[in-house]
C-alpha cells in the first residue's frame, strides 16, 4: 500500500478546492464579524438593553453556525464530487496518477474519502472559527454579558460540540453519498455537464415512469426514492419515543419574561443523548445500501476512466 500516494492525492484535493474550502469561509466570516461590529458601533442595539448569561449564547452561535455551514457545506460537496472525478484531465495530471502504482478505483475512492470526511472536518474547523467570532463580537459591541466565559469552559464546550455533531454530520454524508458519487460518475463520462444531467436525468425517469405507468401521475419509484432519501435517515416509527420526547420537552431556545436566555445550556447536556437515540434509529440497512449504490457507481466511473480515459 502507497501511503504517499494515498496522501497526495487528499492534499491534491484540499489544494484544488482551496477557494471553496478555505478562501470562501474565511471570507464569510470575517463578513459577519465586521458587518455585525459596523452595524453596532454605528448604529446600535437600542433593544439589546437585558443581561445575558454569555456561555448559552455561545453555545447558541454554534449551533447557528453549525446550520449555515453545513448548508454551505452541502452545496460545496455537490460541485465538488461534479469536478474531483474529472478534474484529472486538466494540465496533463491524469498521465501522472497513471503513472503510478495506484488503480483509478483506488484513485477515485481516496476522492470519495475526502468528501465524506476530510471536507467536513474542514468545515467543522470553520464553525469552531466562527463561534469564536461571535464571542468576540459579543465582548467587543455588548456591555451587558453577565460574565465573559471561562477559556477551559469554552474549549470543553467546543470540544463537545464538535465531536457530537461530526458524529452525526460523518452519518448524514453516508446516507447522501449515494446522491454525491451520481454525479461524480456523470462527472467522468460527460465532465461540465455533470451537474445539470444530475438533475435532468432523473426528471427524464420520472417523466417516463409517470407517462407509461397510467396512473394519472400518481406514483413514481424514482421520484419516491430520491424523497425517501432526503428525509428518510430516520426509522420515524419508532423515533417518535414518548420517553425521550419528555426528557426533550424543556429544551425551548427563546426570552422569557425576564430576558434570560434558557435551553442552551441544557441542549449541551442532552446531546449525548440526542445522539445515541439518532444514531439507534438510524435506517441503517438502507444507508449501507446507498453506499453498496455508491460503490457501484464509483466503480462504472473507475472503469470507463481506466479503459477509455488516456489523458
Not at 3 to 11: S, Y
Not at 159 to 166: E, G, K, T, W
Not at 241 to 251: E, I, L, Q
Request: aromatic fraction near 16%.
Amino acid at each position: 500500500m502507497n501511503i504517499k500516494a494515498d496522501i497526495a492525492i487528499v492534499k491534491k484535493e484540499l489544494i484544488e478546492h482551496k477557494g471553496s474550502l478555505f478562501t470562501a469561509p474565511a471570507i464569510l466570516v470575517a463578513l459577519f464579524f465586521v458587518l455585525v461590529t459596523f452595524q453596532t458601533l454605528l448604529l446600535g442595539f437600542e433593544d439589546f438593553n437585558h443581561v445575558v448569561p454569555f456561555h448559552e449564547v455561545f453555545i447558541m452561535a454554534f449551533v447557528a453556525s453549525m446550520a449555515f455551514f453545513s448548508i454551505y457545506m452541502l452545496i460545496t460537496l455537490f460541485f465538488y464530487y461534479a469536478d474531483a472525478f474529472s478534474a484529472d484531465r486538466k494540465n496533463n495530471g491524469l498521465l501522472f496518477w497513471k503513472s503510478l502504482p495506484i488503480s483509478d478505483l483506488r484513485i477515485l475512492l481516496l476522492k470519495l474519502l475526502t468528501g465524506t470526511l476530510v471536507i467536513p472536518l474542514i468545515i467543522l474547523c470553520w464553525v469552531v472559527v466562527s463561534s469564536v467570532a461571535s464571542y468576540f463580537i459579543g465582548l467587543i459591541n455588548y456591555n451587558e454579558f453577565s460574565g465573559v466565559i471561562a477559556p477551559w469552559t469554552a474549549l470543553s464546550t467546543l470540544l463537545q460540540l464538535f465531536a457530537y455533531l461530526a458524529v452525526a454530520l460523518v452519518i448524514v454524508l453516508l446516507w447522501l453519498a449515494p446522491f454525491y458519487a451520481w454525479v461524480a460518475m456523470l462527472s467522468v463520462f460527460f465532465k461540465k455537464w455533470a451537474i445539470a444531467l444530475a438533475f435532468v436525468i432523473p426528471l427524464v425517469l420520472i417523466a417516463v415512469e409517470e407517462i407509461f405507468s397510467f396512473d394519472a401521475f400518481q406514483t413514481s419509484f424514482v421520484a419516491d426514492f430520491i424523497s425517501q432519501r432526503f428525509k428518510g435517515i430516520v426509522d420515524h416509527s419508532i423515533a417518535s419515543d414518548a420517553a425521550f420526547n419528555s426528557r426533550m420537552s424543556d429544551m425551548d431556545f427563546e426570552f422569557d419574561s425576564d430576558n434570560d436566555l434558557r435551553g442552551a445550556v441544557i441542549f449541551l447536556e442532552r446531546l449525548p443523548d440526542m445522539l445515541w437515540h439518532f444514531i439507534s434509529h438510524v435506517r441503517w440497512i438502507s444507508l449501507l445500501g446507498g453506499l453498496a449504490v455508491s460503490g457501484l457507481f464509483v466503480y462504472i466511473g473507475s472503469e470507463y476512466r481506466r479503459r477509455f480515459i488516456q489523458g
